[in-house]
T-cell receptor, first 113, second 113 residues
């Protein structure tokens, strides 16, 4: 069965520091992978996606993620955190059974001044 | 461009009362439509998804139901609300015929008292 594991339900960084949010997946077929961000009391917004091709994908707000097949990982990074990055982040993999996404449990990012 | 609407934005309902949440999508045809719930401190739970009018797949047995009376309209209902139905309800759509990224609405905060 496919699954997504996000390591760390809470991550705290200082403003200007590197942001690293970890995501590992399991999939028996080539995965399509996604990162979403959710600000308080709002819907999810797509940050970036990997389908095929280049394994380093760039998204909005300066975020990027690298697909590593050998490690079954799709970690999200940003070189320098900003206060406005404080939010919850969800990693997801496309299910090969129907038109669904399988989401991880989310990682809450806090940014300290 | 495509837009997704949900209403109401917030709702407070007593236990045992009925529920109707509405979601509409503009700017696309034959989308896949989804209903999710986020309980406090928990991740996303897929409740229902639909690949066409009248075609509803239920993911979790519960006292909720969904209907798709029109191509771009998705309704979540309940005849009698339970306390455990409280949460943040999110509607999403994806391009019909593909299984790529989903786009989320702003959500409805439901509190059952």
């Amino acid at each position: 069965a496919q699954s997504v594991t996000q390591l760390g339900s809470h991550v705290s960084v200082s403003e200007g520091a590197l942001v690293l949010l970890r995501c590992n997946y399991s999939s028996s077929v080539p995965p399509y992978l996604f990162w979403y961000v959710q600000y308080p009391n709002q819907g999810l917004q797509l940050l970036l996606k990997y389908t095929t091709g280049a394994t380093l994908v760039k998204g909005i707000n300066g975020f990027e993620a690298e697909f590593k097949k050998s490690e079954t990982s799709f970690h999200l990074t940003k070189p320098s955190a900003h206060m406005s990055d404080a939010a919850e982040y969800f990693c997801a993999v496309r299910s090969h059974q129907g038109g669904k996404l399988i989401f991880g449990q989310g990682t809450e990012l806090s940014v300290k001044p | 461009s495509q837009t997704i609407h949900q209403w109401p934005a917030t709702l407070v309902q007593p236990v045992g009362s009925p529920l109707s949440l509405e979601c509409t999508v503009e700017g696309t045809s034959n989308p896949n439509l989804y209903w999710y719930r986020q309980a406090a401190g928990r991740g996303l739970q897929l409740l229902f998804y639909s690949v066409g009018i009248g075609q509803i797949s239920s993911e979790v047995p519960q006292n909720l139901s969904a209907s798709r009376p029109q191509d771009r309209q998705f309704i979540l209902s309940s005849k009698k609300l339970l306390l455990s139905d409280s949460g943040f309800y999110l509607c999403a759509w994806s391009v019909g015929g593909t299984i790529y990224e989903q786009y989320f609405g702003p959500g409805t905060r439901l509190t059952v008292t």
